[in-house]
């Protein structure tokens, strides 16, 4: 399976597993000193952020950039102060994928203007963003992107940079492929595994009802290769 990350980047994600879920990517972006996070996914995925806010549909519809960018805005209420925040979802949907963000009191005049701030591209394996020239706009740190995948878990998959690297346990992995898998607990105690390759960092959090100690067997045959596209 070939997926486009939002940074431009493909990977390529082979092994004896079903890979056939569709999957997403986490790509910041900083301007004028405030960060935004943009996640891809197929057509859908939008409604879905929408609805786990709590938010009943879309509002108002543009188009932009050869696509639809539709907008609801709504109220999220903490339940612990009662304290109400104004929460807007920006969805940019193309052919077969979407572009989200959630922003906090905006219009939807600032949520054109963030938009206009990165250059879309939508492939038939997903959707890359670059900064738009002399928008001000940049790229913080490389996409992360996440697949589940039955029988095993979540894998969240980034490119093996120096600092993916630093954030490896400092202790001795067990050899596995064309790689070496480590193994620690969260805080909430649940076992996960941590599988770096030369091309990627695979962290595999073991689903409900996954054997964790079959997770290294179903990872063996698991490789992921990231290049980098000029055209995407």
């Known amino acids: 399976m070939t997926h486009l990350a939002l940074d431009g ?4 994600v082979e092994g004896e597993l079903d890979l056939s879920r569709p999957f997403t990517s986490v790509l910041d ?4 000193g405030h960060r935004y996070e943009f996640t891809a996914g197929a057509v859908g995925l939008g409604g879905e952020v929408a609805a786990a806010l709590g938010l009943d549909g879309f509002d108002e519809e543009l188009n932009h ?3 639809a960018l539709r907008v609801a805005h709504g109220t999220v209420t903490d339940p612990r102060t009662g304290l109400g925040d ?3 979802v920006a969805c940019w949907t193309g052919v077969a994928h979407e572009l989200v963000t959630s922003l906090y009191g905006v219009t939807t005049a600032e949520v054109l203007d ?3 701030t990165v250059d879309i591209v939508e492939g038939p394996d997903g959707i890359g ?8 706009a940049t790229v913080l740190g490389g996409a992360l992107v996440l697949k589940e995948v039955p029988g095993l878990g979540l894998l969240e998959i980034a490119g093996r940079t120096k600092d993916a690297v630093r954030e490896l346990p400092d202790w001795p992995g067990l050899p596995l492929g064309r790689g070496e898998l480590f193994r620690d607990t969260l805080s909430n105690g649940r076992p ?21 100690d ?9 490789s992921v290769s990231m290049r980098a596209t000029a055209q995407w």
């Open 86 to 88: 104004r929460v807007t």
């Open 129 to 136: 963003i670059t900064p738009a020239v002399g928008s001000g």
């Open 114 to 116: 963030v938009f206009t």
């Open 65 to 67: 950039a050869g696509g």
């Open 192 to 212: 996960y595994f941590v599988l770096a390759q030369p091309a990627a960092v695979v962290t595999v959090l073991p689903l409900d009802g996954t054997a964790v």
């Open 214 to 222: 079959r997770v290294p067997g179903l990872l063996g045959s698991l």
């Open 29 to 32: 972006v900083g301007l004028r």
């Open 9 to 12: 980047s493909r990977l390529d």
